[in-house]
Structures are given as C-alpha cells and as structure tokens.
Nanobody, 122 residues
Framework: QVQLVESGGGLVQPGGSLRLSCAAS????????MGWYRQAPGKERELVAS???????NYADSVKGRFTISRDKPKNTASLQMNSLKPEDTAVYYC????????????????WGQGTQVTVSS
C-alpha cells in the first residue's frame, strides 16, 4: 500500500511564499512521475506542476516563473515552492504520483494525497 502525505499549506498574504511538501511511503519500487494539482471552489482540478521519471518538469502557464517543483528521489518526496502568491492561487492543493509498487512490477497506479488548503488573502 502506498500513501502520499502533504504538508505546508496555510494562510498567506498576497506576494508571500509557501512551500508544500509531499512524502510517498509504502512498498514503492519506482516513482514514475509526481506532481501537484489544485482545485478552487466551483472549479475543476487542474495541474499546477509535475515532473516525470527523468526529472523533466512541466508547469501551468499561470504559475510559470513563480512556482518551482523539486524532488528528492532517494527520499521519495516532492516539494512545491510557491512565490509571489496571488489570491487566485487559493485552492486545495493535491499531491499526485504514478508509482510502481513492489507487489506488481507490471503496472503503475496513480495515487493522491489528502489535499492541503492554501489561502492567499490580505
């Protein structure tokens, strides 16, 4: 069984910064990709940033230049550094990972964290 645990959300003023972290644990053979999604009230969940197995990153246009995704491969963690936050960044942020487990090396499954609230407000 695999678990993703997020941390680091909270309330911040516009222009401020937050850092989100996601730790994957369990019977992990390989993490093939990891990313952050967000969902604001009344809106669909959207991709914020991600990296693939080779470490290539991808960002939503709305966060380019402000957010940075990083990973610690040996520790199975990913972080999202969010700078110059705007009120429109307010959402629940979810960690997502595509993982091959030691139980079955033939496939990968997609896992989600429980979500962490980020509120940008003065």
């Amino acid at each position: 069984q695999v678990q993703l645990v997020e941390s680091g959300g909270g309330l911040v003023q516009p222009g401020g910064s937050l850092r989100l972290s996601c730790a994957a644990s369990g019977s992990i053979f390989s993490i093939n990709g990891m990313g952050w999604y967000r969902q604001a009230p009344g809106k669909e969940r959207e991709l914020v940033a991600s990296f693939n197995y080779e470490g290539a990153t991808n960002y939503a246009d709305s966060v380019k230049g402000r957010f940075t995704i990083s990973r610690d491969k040996p520790k199975n963690t990913a972080s999202l550094q969010m700078n110059s936050l705007k009120p429109e960044d307010t959402a629940v942020y979810y960690c997502n990972a595509a993982i091959t487990t030691e139980d079955d090396l033939r496939y990968q499954n997609v896992y989600w964290g429980q979500g962490t609230q980020v509120t940008v407000s003065s």
